[in-house]
T-cell receptor, first 115, second 112 residues
Framework: EAGVTQFPSHSVIEKGQTVTLRCDPI?????LYWYRRVMGKEIKFLLH????????ESGMPNNRFLAERTGGTYSTLKVQPAELEDSGVYFC?????????????FGSGTRLTVV | GESVGLHLPTLSVQEGDNSIINCAYS??????FIWYKQESGKGPQFIID?????DKRQGQRVTVLLNKTVKHLSLQIAATQPGDSAVYFC???????????FGAGTILRVKS
């Protein structure tokens, strides 16, 4: 079974540019989450999809961040325009809709550097 | 507000010794807790979990203890190995499928 896949693994962009991160969850996982870790701090929740619907987007920092999950499969997280404070590692995780075994499976993350 | 925090940011142990990583949480309504290990360049990797109706759970070389009275969670690693060196995060959850709230993380360094 393939795990959660994220790409790119690294992205370096200039302030003001746009970046789109992609996450492919484990097949069949209806729950999809985005988190980020900024400057070595704790991993913070951004938002949660159930299938294609946004279940909880309370962690989205501002309207420069836009997440989508068309068709309830992969998800994208767009940052436009990027600011310096957006630098960090963005993680995606998925879990099945029912049952909870082995927690939430995380991808390897996308390291975003805004210069 | 909700918070999950760790007492120690860095823990250094000798190879073969036991490690104990601690975590305090503040949301008494949390009913599910997970320990994750994160190695450089990788995402958080599930280690062990525990539900609030338990106070202890054991895995392979790892044990998680939950003390709901003082809202404390700990991860014990037996016979620590160099491959255990990583950042360890505790996370709490309230209700299946809901978001995880992570602590700041503890760096575990294993000396050979």
């Amino acid at each position: 079974e393939a795990g959660v896949t994220q790409f790119p693994s690294h992205s370096v962009i200039e302030k003001g540019q746009t970046v789109t991160l992609r996450c492919d969850p484990i097949s069949g996982h209806d729950n999809l989450y985005w988190y980020r870790r900024v400057m070595g701090k704790e991993i913070k929740f951004l938002l949660h999809f159930v299938k294609e619907s946004k279940q909880d987007e309370s962690g989205m920092p501002n309207n420069r961040f836009l997440a989508e999950r068309t068709g309830g499969t992969y998800s994208t997280l767009k940052v436009q325009p990027a600011e310096l404070e957006d630098s960090g590692v963005y993680f995606c995780a998925s879990s099945p809709l029912t049952g909870l075994r082995y927690g939430y499976t995380f991808g390897s993350g996308t390291r975003l550097t805004v210069v | 507000g909700e918070s999950v925090g760790l007492h120690l940011p860095t823990l250094s142990v000798q190879e073969g010794d036991n490690s104990i990583i601690n975590c305090a949480y503040s949301n008494s309504a949390s009913d599910y807790f997970i320990w994750y290990k994160q190695e450089s360049g990788k995402g958080p990797q599930f280690i062990i979990d525990i539900r609030s109706n338990m106070d202890k759970r054991q895995g392979q070389r790892v044990t998680v203890l939950l003390n709901k009275t003082v809202k404390h969670l700990s991860l014990q690693i037996a016979a620590t190995q160099p491959g255990d060196s990583a950042v360890y995060f505790c996370a709490e959850n309230r209700g299946y499928g809901n978001k995880l709230v992570f602590g700041a993380g503890t760096i575990l360094r294993v000396k050979s």
